[in-house]
Nanobody, 124 residues
Framework: QVQLVESGGGLVQPGDSLRLSCAAS????????MGWFRQHPGKEREFVAT????????YSTDSVKGRFTISRDNAKNTVYLQMSSLKPEDTAVYYC?????????????????WGQGTQVTVSS
C-alpha cells in the first residue's frame, strides 16, 4: 500500500508560479512511476505529466509543455510539479498518482494509488 499526500496548492494570479509536492509513504517509492492529473470543475480528470521511477523519463500533456515540469526526489519520497506562467484554465484540483511499475504512463487506469488532491486556483 502506498499513501500519497499532495500539498502546495493555493490561489495565485495569472503568470505566477507554484510548486506542488506529493509525499509518498509505504512501499519503496523508487519502484513506482508517478503521475500528476487534474480535474477542472464539472469535467473529467485528465493527464498532466508523468515521470518514470528513475526520474529519467518524463512526459507532459501539450497544454502544459514549456510551463510545467515534473520531477522527483527518491531520497525524499516526493514527486513535484513545478508550474509557471499559470493561466486561469489551469484552475483545477491536482492529483498525484503512483503506478506499480517503473514505466511512466499518461493513462490514469494504469495507476494504483491516488492522493486526495490539492486545489489550484488561478485568478486575478
Amino acid at each position: 500500500q502506498v499513501q500519497l499526500v499532495e500539498s502546495g496548492g493555493g490561489l495565485v494570479q495569472p503568470g505566477d508560479s507554484l510548486r506542488l509536492s506529493c509525499a509518498a509513504s509505504g512501499r519503496t517509492f523508487s519502484n513506482y512511476a508517478m503521475g500528476w492529473f487534474r480535474q477542472h470543475p464539472g469535467k473529467e480528470r485528465e493527464f498532466v505529466a508523468t515521470i518514470g521511477s528513475s526520474g529519467v523519463w518524463t512526459y507532459s500533456t501539450d497544454s502544459v509543455k514549456g510551463r510545467f515540469t515534473i520531477s522527483r526526489d527518491n531520497a525524499k519520497n516526493t514527486v513535484y510539479l513545478q508550474m509557471s506562467s499559470l493561466k486561469p484554465e489551469d484552475t483545477a484540483v491536482y492529483y498525484c498518482a503512483a503506478k506499480n511499475s517503473g514505466w511512466p504512463s499518461q493513462n490514469q487506469r494504469d495507476y494504483d494509488y491516488w492522493g486526495q488532491g490539492t486545489q489550484v486556483t488561478v485568478s486575478s
